[in-house]
């Protein structure tokens, strides 16, 4: 099946700073999603990006299918930025389930 | 709109019992997943529905793990009898056809 790597798999920054997430996956895919999975555990999706870029805010996200990344940037950092970042892609074969990378586990500190 | 509802929030249970979880999606979305997530790992698909139909439970324990949706709408998932490795938050998700999607604040399984 369908691999998805991420790096870095941990960061720890300082509140202000900015960062770049990087999600690699090894084969063709129709679409993306990135995730932000809080310290309560509740999984929020942050951008369904198949191809470009999208903004949202502070954040904003870069799909190159044909090279297989996304990038996920955060610019200035702030506390409630912290958690588990997974991005996601088609597992394959039709469905539209989702492989998920093992997620970068970010921590902001004031 | 009204999120994905899951119940319940946490739930212990001795090995070899069973266990039940509900989800309810948002409204007018046809299409529902239920995963598990292992502590420190990402969500793995157990069973993919759209409307009230099978589309992909190839990576369900059938041996143990059962989940229906009926008329299209509510979920549950059962696991039957339950193993020390189930342990872990079982989240339910929506979405329309293609599009991103939205998760339940996931149930929590602790087998002793």
């Known amino acids: 099946g369908i691999q998805v790597e991420q790096s870095p798999p941990d960061l720890i920054l300082q509140e202000g700073a900015n960062s770049t997430l990087r999600c690699n996956f090894s084969?063709?895919?129709?679409?993306l999603q990135w995730f932000h999975q809080n310290p309560w555990g509740q999984l929020i999706n942050l951008f369904y990006?198949?191809?470009g870029t999208k903004q949202n805010g502070r954040l904003s996200a870069t799909t190159v299918a044909t090279e297989r990344y996304s990038l996920l940037y955060i610019s200035s950092s702030q506390t409630t930025d912290s958690g588990v970042y997974f991005c996601?892609?088609?597992?394959?074969?039709?469905?539209?389930?989702?492989?998920f990378g093992k997620g970068t586990h970010l921590i902001i500190q004031p | 709109e009204a999120g994905v509802a899951q119940s319940p929030r946490y739930k212990i249970i001795e090995k070899r019992q069973s266990v039940a979880f509900w989800c309810n999606p948002i409204?007018?979305?046809?299409?529902l997943y239920w995963y598990q997530q292992i502590l420190g790992q990402g969500p793995k698909l157990l069973i993919q529905?759209?409307?009230?139909?099978?589309?992909?439970d190839s990576q369900l324990p059938k041996d143990r793990f059962s989940a229906e949706r009926l008329k299209g709408v509510d979920s549950t998932l059962k696991i039957q009898p339950a193993k020390l490795e189930d342990s872990a938050v079982y989240l339910c998700?929506?979405?329309?056809?293609?599009?991103?999607?939205?998760f339940g604040s996931g149930t929590r399984l602790t087998v002793v």
């Open positions: 998700a929506s979405s329309l056809s293609g599009g991103g999607y939205t």
């Open positions: 084969d063709s895919v129709n679409n």
């Open positions: 990006i198949p191809s």
């Open positions: 996601a892609v088609p597992s394959g074969g039709g469905a539209d389930g989702l492989t």
């Open positions: 409204s007018g979305h046809a299409t």
């Open positions: 529905f759209q409307n009230n139909g099978v589309v992909d």
